[in-house]
């Protein structure tokens, strides 16, 4: 994974970001599923972060009503996952699991069109610091700005 985000382009870790929240989600209704209260709220913490992440990074004058939108999304899905956490319920992580699902695979769509503006001088700054893993303590910059998973 480590050398997956080294090497990762702006738009490649964007879609990371949504692979690793989706990932996340699926964990925390599993542990929600099994009774584990800890494992539940660790996964919902670390997809918080991400969510918090992915709208700290719009560009709302470039992104225009798109990046509204998005930030508006991500604040629900922030919202929503906070409900799952409280109220120990299944259904708002699996509304979350559907949206982050349907964003991710937009932006896999999108990456190539995106990469062709890259190469024509259009390239959105992302950079990627640290590690990024499943188990252990990681952190990821983008934007300038960090977080630990």
């Known amino acids: 994974m480590e ?41 919902i913490s670390k997809v918080l972060a991400i ?13 225009g009503e798109i990046s509204r939108n998005l930030e508006r999304l991500y604040q629900h899905m922030r919202t ?8 120990q319920q299944d259904a708002p992580l699996a509304e979350v699991e559907s949206l ?6 937009a932006w896999k769509a999108i990456r190539p069109q995106a990469g062709a503006a890259a190469e024509e001088g259009h390239q959105p700054k992302v950079a990627a610091a640290g590690r990024w893993g499943a188990d252990s303590a990681t952190e990821v910059s983008y934007s300038g700005q960090s977080w630990k998973a």
Do not use: C, F, W
């Open 3 to 43: 050398n997956r985000v080294l090497a990762a382009d702006p738009l490649e870790l964007v879609y990371m970001l949504y692979e690793r929240a989706l990932s996340l989600v699926s964990s925390a209704r599993g542990s929600l599923a099994a009774g584990d209260i800890a494992g539940r709220s660790k996964a």
């Open 80 to 87: 929503r996952l906070i409900t799952a956490n409280l109220k």
């Open 51 to 63: 969510l918090a992440e992915l709208e700290g990074t719009l560009d709302h004058q470039a992104g």
């Open 100 to 105: 982050l699902q349907t964003l991710g695979e």
